[in-house]
């Protein structure tokens, strides 16, 4: 790939030295053509293998940036999850487990309550309504 490359530059300089040492205030008309036919073809062939070599390269590096990435979400995400899990267990079960037993003292201290009295207390009435609740 190189070694076509590289004669294909040469041949375009060579070409390019023709077409300019042979170009005149005379022959300004007659400016072979074939040779600047080749030329454009030359520099086609040159820039289209140029432009393959680069975009190769950009997928590439892209390739290796996404995996880096990919890595790296994938170890944000299973440390998320181990750091949720372990708050869960930390934090949110014991707070959920002192509430709930707050809740069942609560009840049972209205159970001493006399009845007639929790009907004549709207606290205690509201309270009964609202988070009644079968255990």
């Given at each position: 790939?190189?070694?076509g490359?590289?004669?294909?530059y ?31 073809k ?32 994938m170890?944000?995400t299973?440390a ?6 372990f ?9 959920i ?8 003292k ?19 009435r509201t309270?009964?309504?609202n ?5």
């Amino acid at each position: 790939m190189t070694h076509g490359l590289d004669s294909a530059y040469a041949e375009y300089n060579r070409v390019a030295r023709f077409t300019i040492n042979s170009f005149n205030e005379s022959a300004a008309l007659n400016l072979h053509t074939e040779d600047l036919n080749f030329m454009t073809k030359m520099e086609l062939t040159y820039m289209r293998e140029a432009l393959s070599q680069a975009i190769y390269y950009y997928r590439m590096y892209a390739v290796r940036l996404l995996d880096g990435y990919i890595s790296l979400r994938m170890g944000l995400t299973i440390a998320m999850v181990f750091t949720l899990f372990f708050l869960y267990h930390l934090l949110y079960a014991p707070l959920i487990a002192h509430l709930q037993s707050d809740t069942l003292k609560t009840r049972a201290m209205l159970l001493i309550i006399p009845v007639r009295v929790m009907e004549s207390v709207k606290s205690i009435r509201t309270y009964i309504r609202n988070h009644a609740v079968t255990a």
